[in-house]
């Protein structure tokens, strides 16, 4: 089965500076790869995804990941953040078997103070 | 825009009470799924449907049911209410595509609390 491993609970950062938010999968098939955005009290926002094609995706709000297929990777990176980031992140995959199931990873929140 | 709604932000029930959760979408969209989110475990699917009347179980469907009689939604049940399914629930829709896989698009949410 495949799972999503997301290590940081929390990035604290500073307005303006960048950030990288890590995400990992394991699977033995081809996998779909999203990045959901949750703002507190709301539901999840697609970001960005891969389905296929060019390994670096861009996503909304200036937001980007690239795919790396060896390390079985999907980090997502901002080069400067603002405090409207403030929100949690969540990795995502979904099986190249025909079923739209996602499979979440548990999620890293990203903390920007001024 | 599209848009999927859920009946209730908050619910506070007893343990024991029969519960209704109830999620619209208004984009056509074929395929719905019931998630619940915990703290430090993120999203676990509950139950997902791909048509009308049609569903199958995701990773946590103990204690749940679900019911989609109509295409635009889908209902979670929670037949008898435990204070551990406390927790916020997410319903998401998605269209059916070629290559099978599409966004899914997620409601507001719902923070049920069991006393």
């Known amino acids: 089965a495949q799972s999503v491993t997301q290590l940081d609970s929390q990035v604290p950062v500073f307005e303006e500076a960048p950030v990288e938010l890590r995400c990992n999968y394991s699977?033995?098939?081809?996998?779909?790869l999203f990045w959901y955005v949750q703002y507190p009290n709301q539901g999840l926002q697609l970001l960005l995804k891969?389905?296929?094609?060019?390994?670096l995706v861009k996503g909304i709000n200036g937001f980007e990941a690239e795919f790396n297929k060896s390390q079985t990777s999907f980090h997502l990176r901002k080069p400067s953040v603002h405090i409207s980031d403030t929100a949690e992140y969540f990795c995502?995959?979904?099986?190249?078997?025909?079923?739209?199931?996602?499979?979440f990873g548990t999620g890293t929140r990203l903390l920007v103070s001024p | 825009d599209v848009k999927v709604t859920q009946s209730s932000r908050y619910l506070v029930k007893r343990t024991g009470e029969k519960v209704f959760l109830e999620c619209v979408q208004d984009?056509?969209?074929?395929?719905m799924f019931w998630y619940r989110q915990d703290p430090g475990l993120g999203l676990r699917l509950i139950y997902f449907?791909?048509?009308?009347?049609?569903?199958e179980k995701g990773d946590i469907p103990e204690g749940y049911s679900v019911s989609r009689e109509k295409k635009e939604r889908f209902s979670l049940i929670l037949e008898s209410a435990s204070t551990n399914q406390t927790s916020m629930y997410l319903c998401?829709?998605?269209?059916?595509?070629?290559?099978?896989?599409?966004?899914?698009?997620f409601g507001p949410g719902t923070r049920l609390t069991v006393l």
């Open positions: 998401a829709s998605s269209s059916q595509t070629p290559m099978g896989v599409d966004t899914q698009y």
């Open positions: 699977s033995s098939v081809s996998v779909y």
């Open positions: 891969y389905l296929s094609g060019s390994t």
């Open positions: 995502a995959v979904s099986l190249d078997t025909g079923f739209q199931k996602l499979v």
């Open positions: 984009m056509d969209h074929e395929n």
């Open positions: 449907s791909y048509d009308v009347k049609m569903k």
